[in-house]
């Protein structure tokens, strides 16, 4: 087919000309600025690219949504700038969900190019890839100064990132989970810096190689693995400054992994406290080979006795530091030997090492009562008067009538309360406009409202539906004894607070969950009442106010030094009033054929799937499966 060459510029309706394009032809964007109202969507062959080659002369702007779709073919761009400044503050049930919300270049289909292309949002990630054998190649692209990651890879999607740049990115440069087998993000003489959590962060099934690059950590970790697959080769792992240096509460750690393999050649770790955490109690194989460790406190701590090590040729007197022994020791398949080779018998208990180490680095990692600093959000309850907690119960009764409408005067509290190891208390709503019966948590936000968090809310709470409207005895707040309960009805609700507290202790271990993700508990899970059952979650509220963030700040931060990090700013003010950053999130109980579906298809597709069928909010199963659909 014959190459065409087209141009545009600012003053044409950029989607309707890219509409027109046939397989191979090439568009040529001169400069200007691009905005749209709608994101850009391109599923063709073709070539899209900067007349000048500079990505700062050609900037496309959609405000507070994703700006670029892929959603096939193998299109290429360019040295284009893609730009996803503050939005409005739409509300959740509100707004347009067309693309899942994410990232600014939303890669759902295909497997395009980008070729010194740069994305930052205010209130998303630069980059996403998403799908079952979608891919993307990522050459001299840059992601700066995102609200959430750099670049995501997950639910099957793949790529390469080489000669990039992610930097003062808040919730991560490069993320990468729920990797098909067989395939791999590769990562190659990049830069990574300075991200709010982890410059690399492999979970889920995520499986990883990166080669010939930089990762400095700046409060959090370095590198996060947890049940995934991760190979390092010549990486500089590096704090963003000496430990003598820092302006941050926070302890630095290099790389924290978890149920997963780990293979590191030819690397340096540089100014952390901790050069490498290993926890879990599975079975995992951590591999290091000529490794050196540069003014770090502790090179390895590990709470893992099942963990299988073989470290070798690492740099000479800072050899890895098991747990509970400070002396100099190799460690080889699993075995620790002394300088003599002789063996060691010592026995060591796990927790009071930890607590040991986190005295010596004032880092709260037991739970011990005597612990006299801790921030909000692990604050224990006693530590909030009861006043505090009228008040917030208060607060939240005003929220959840805005989204649910009156509670009803009925409380179906545990016998055992939360915070001592029992259930959540159930709060009813019976007449919320998407009708059924809501069952809502008000134990795991405390009176500050400090947490949990994630992407989408500054603190959330958890809910679960059923379409069984509320017995109307339960309406009317009448005492009922046992011998009256709605069996039926007792039963929803003893089996949807069940997965709600558990899914809250989840949350309450410094794990999260957020929209559009998924959860299953194993068949052969310790409860049978859990085992076996699947989950997806949805948002219900106003999603956090970032500050905001306009296209002249947004650019201008994509193009600075990258050396420079960005100036702190305070934290945008939560409007009372909208309750912006406190939100629900809402637990949708599927049967596992749909929630396999929906990895593959995308949680975010799957979602309106359900609207049309009116099976969402709800969790009952006592309806007919759900097939395919066509994605958007």
């Given at each position: 087919?014959?190459?065409?060459?087209?141009?545009?510029?600012?003053?044409?309706?950029?989607?309707?000309v890219?509409?027109?394009?046939e397989p191979?032809?090439?568009?040529?964007?001169?400069?200007?600025?691009?905005?749209?109202?709608?994101?850009?969507?391109?599923d063709?062959?073709?070539v899209?690219?900067?007349?000048?080659?500079?990505?700062?002369?050609?900037?496309?702007?959609?405000?507070?949504?994703?700006?670029?779709?892929?959603s096939?073919?193998s299109?290429?761009?360019?040295n284009?700038?893609f730009?996803?400044?503050s939005?409005?503050g739409?509300?959740?049930?509100?707004a347009?969900?067309?693309?899942?919300?994410?990232?600014?270049?939303?890669?759902?289909?295909?497997?395009?190019?980008?070729?010194?292309?740069?994305?930052?949002?205010?209130?998303?990630?630069?980059?996403?890839?998403?799908?079952?054998?979608?891919?993307?190649?990522?050459?001299?692209?840059?992601?700066?100064?995102?609200?959430?990651?750099?670049?995501?890879?997950?639910?099957?999607?793949?790529g390469i990132?080489?000669?990039?740049?992610?930097?003062?990115?808040?919730?991560?440069?490069?993320?990468?989970?729920?990797?098909?087998?067989?395939?791999?993000?590769?990562?190659?003489?990049?830069?990574?810096?300075?991200?709010?959590?982890?410059g690399?962060?492999?979970?889920?099934?995520?499986?990883?190689?990166?080669?010939?690059?930089e990762?400095?950590?700046?409060n959090g970790?370095?590198?996060?693995?947890?049940?995934?697959?991760?190979?390092?080769r010549?990486?500089?792992f590096?704090?963003?400054?000496?430990?003598?240096?820092?302006?941050?509460?926070?302890?630095?750690?290099?790389?924290?992994?978890?149920?997963?393999?780990?293979?590191?050649?030819?690397?340096?770790?540089?100014?952390?406290?901790?050069?490498?955490f290993?926890?879990?109690?599975?079975?995992?194989?951590?591999?290091?080979?000529?490794?050196?460790?540069?003014?770090?406190?502790?090179?390895?701590?590990?709470?893992?006795?099942?963990?299988?090590?073989?470290?070798?040729?690492?740099?000479?007197?800072?050899?890895?530091?098991?747990?509970?022994?400070?002396?100099?020791?190799?460690?080889?398949?699993?075995?620790?030997?002394n300088?003599?080779?002789?063996?060691?018998?010592?026995?060591?208990?796990?927790?009071?090492?930890?607590?040991?180490?986190?005295?010596?680095l004032?880092i709260?990692?037991?739970?011990?009562e005597?612990d006299?600093?801790?921030?909000?959000?692990?604050?224990?309850?006693?530590?909030?008067?009861?006043?505090?907690?009228?008040?917030?119960?208060?607060?939240?009764?005003?929220?959840y009538?805005?989204?649910?409408?009156?509670?009803?005067?009925i409380?179906?509290?545990?016998?055992?309360?939360?915070?001592?190891?029992?259930?959540?208390d159930?709060?009813?709503?019976?007449?919320?406009k998407?009708?059924?019966?809501?069952?809502?948590?008000?134990?795991?936000?405390?009176?500050?409202?400090?947490?949990?968090?994630?992407?989408?809310?500054?603190?959330?709470?958890?809910?679960?539906?059923?379409?069984?409207?509320?017995?109307?005895?339960?309406?009317?707040?009448?005492?009922?004894?046992?011998?009256?309960?709605?069996?039926?009805?007792?039963?929803?609700?003893?089996?949807?607070?069940?997965?709600?507290?558990?899914i809250?202790r989840?949350?309450?271990?410094?794990?999260?969950?957020?929209?559009?993700?998924?959860?299953?508990?194993?068949?052969?899970?310790?409860?049978?009442?859990?085992?076996?059952?699947?989950?997806?979650?949805?948002?219900?509220?106003?999603?956090?106010?970032?500050?905001?963030?306009?296209?002249t700040?947004?650019?201008?931060?994509?193009?600075?030094?990258?050396?420079?990090?960005?100036?702190?700013?305070?934290?945008?003010?939560?409007?009372?009033?909208?309750?912006?950053?406190?939100?629900?999130?809402?637990?949708?109980?599927?049967?596992?054929?749909?929630?396999?579906?929906?990895?593959e298809?995308?949680?975010?597709?799957?979602?309106?799937?359900?609207k049309?069928?009116?099976?969402?909010?709800?969790?009952?199963?006592?309806?007919?499966?759900?097939?395919g659909?066509?994605?958007?």
């Amino acid at each position: 087919m014959e190459e065409k060459v087209k141009t545009t510029n600012p003053n044409e309706d950029l989607r309707a000309v890219v509409a027109a394009l046939e397989p191979n032809d090439t568009l040529v964007l001169a400069p200007g600025i691009y905005e749209l109202t709608k994101h850009l969507t391109v599923d063709k062959d073709v070539v899209i690219k900067s007349e000048t080659g500079n990505p700062q002369d050609v900037v496309v702007v959609r405000y507070g949504a994703t700006t670029l779709l892929v959603s096939g073919g193998s299109p290429r761009f360019e040295n284009l700038t893609f730009v996803s400044p503050s939005g409005d503050g739409s509300s959740l049930t509100d707004a347009d969900d067309d693309v899942s919300y994410q990232s600014a270049v939303a890669v759902r289909g295909g497997s395009p190019t980008f070729v010194g292309c740069c994305a930052t949002s205010a209130d998303q990630s630069g980059f996403s890839v998403r799908g079952k054998g979608v891919t993307a190649r990522l050459t001299r692209c840059v992601a700066r100064e995102t609200h959430d990651g750099g670049v995501f890879f997950d639910e099957g999607g793949s790529g390469i990132v080489e000669e990039c740049l992610f930097a003062d990115n808040g919730l991560g440069c490069v993320d990468c989970e729920q990797t098909e087998e067989g395939t791999w993000v590769e990562i190659r003489n990049s830069r990574l810096l300075r991200s709010g959590y982890a410059g690399i962060s492999v979970h889920n099934g995520g499986r990883m190689k990166i080669s010939d690059s930089e990762i400095t950590g700046l409060n959090g970790y370095a590198g996060s693995v947890r049940d995934g697959v991760l190979e390092a080769r010549s990486i500089r792992f590096r704090a963003h400054a000496p430990i003598g240096e820092r302006d941050s509460e926070f302890s630095n750690f290099g790389l924290e992994v978890g149920n997963s393999d780990i293979l590191i050649e030819d690397s340096s770790f540089s100014d952390f406290n901790v050069a490498l955490f290993v926890g879990s109690d599975a079975e995992m194989a951590v591999k290091l080979t000529k490794v050196s460790f540069n003014d770090c406190p502790k090179t390895i701590l590990c709470a893992n006795d099942n963990a299988n090590f073989v470290v070798r040729d690492c740099a000479p007197n800072l050899v890895p530091e098991l747990i509970g022994r400070d002396d100099e020791e190799e460690v080889e398949n699993g075995e620790v030997n002394n300088e003599e080779g002789e063996s060691k018998d010592e026995d060591i208990d796990l927790d009071d090492a930890i607590n040991d180490f986190a005295a010596d680095l004032g880092i709260p990692l037991s739970d011990d009562e005597d612990d006299e600093e801790e921030d909000d959000y692990y604050k224990a309850p006693d530590d909030f008067s009861d006043e505090e907690w009228e008040a917030a119960d208060k607060r939240k009764d005003e929220i959840y009538e805005k989204w649910f409408g009156p509670s009803a005067p009925i409380v179906s509290h545990s016998v055992i309360p939360y915070d001592m190891g029992g259930l959540f208390d159930a709060y009813y709503y019976p007449d919320s406009k998407y009708g059924g019966t809501f069952i809502v948590s008000k134990e795991l936000v405390n009176p500050s409202f400090s947490g949990p968090k994630n992407r989408t809310f500054d603190a959330f709470e958890l809910a679960m539906a059923t379409r069984r409207p509320l017995p109307e005895r339960y309406r009317k707040g009448e005492s009922v004894e046992d011998d009256e309960l709605d069996p039926e009805f007792e039963e929803i609700v003893r089996r949807n607070i069940l997965a709600m507290t558990m899914i809250g202790r989840y949350v309450q271990y410094q794990r999260t969950i957020d929209r559009y993700e998924t959860l299953e508990f194993p068949q052969d899970y310790d409860d049978p009442n859990l085992a076996g059952r699947c989950f997806m979650f949805d948002a219900i509220g106003t999603p956090k106010k970032s500050a905001r963030v306009s296209l002249t700040n947004a650019v201008d931060g994509l193009f600075r030094d990258s050396e420079t990090p960005p100036e702190k700013e305070t934290s945008a003010s939560v409007d009372e009033e909208d309750a912006a950053g406190f939100g629900i999130i809402l637990i949708i109980e599927v049967f596992r054929d749909e929630m396999n579906l929906a990895r593959e298809e995308g949680v975010f597709n799957f979602i309106p799937h359900m609207k049309e069928k009116k099976h969402w909010p709800f969790s009952d199963l006592d309806r007919p499966h759900m097939d395919g659909h066509t994605s958007r």
